[in-house]
């Protein structure tokens, strides 16, 4: 489960319960499905460079990496758990401001 959240370029982390469950893989895709973020060409990014999961601090981490990477506007980020559970996320830029709403 995840919560809104609100944060800049430099500085963003979503709010998560983790539930025992841990993290997997990330997509993140433009709203016409096209991969957003660094290395454009597919739509799973990087775990540790682009994104962290912080189960400790129930949240995962948007790394500067990433967010440098994406262009102004909605992007659609989908976490993979190994459980094979798949949790929607909504992550709005517009400059350095970022917004994160789920699902």
């Given at each position: 489960?995840q919560?809104?959240a609100?944060?800049t370029t430099?500085?963003?982390?979503i709010?998560?319960q ?7 893989t990330?997509?993140a ?9 660094p ?9 540790w460079?682009n994104?962290?999961?912080?189960y400790?601090?129930n ?8 967010l440098?990477e994406?262009d ?10 190994w ?6 996320y909504?992550?709005t ?5 970022v917004?994160?709403?789920?699902g």
């Amino acid at each position: 489960m995840q919560a809104a959240a609100t944060g800049t370029t430099g500085s963003f982390a979503i709010p998560t319960q983790f539930r025992g469950d841990q993290l997997a893989t990330m997509e993140a895709k433009y709203a016409d499905g096209s991969p957003a973020g660094p290395s454009n060409w597919t739509s799973y990014k990087e775990f540790w460079t682009n994104f962290q999961p912080g189960y400790g601090a129930n949240s995962i981490l948007m790394k500067r990496e990433f967010l440098a990477e994406v262009d102004d506007g909605p992007v659609t980020l989908t976490f993979h758990s190994w459980s094979g559970r798949q949790i929607t996320y909504r992550l709005t830029t517009s400059g350095s401001s970022v917004t994160g709403s789920p699902g």
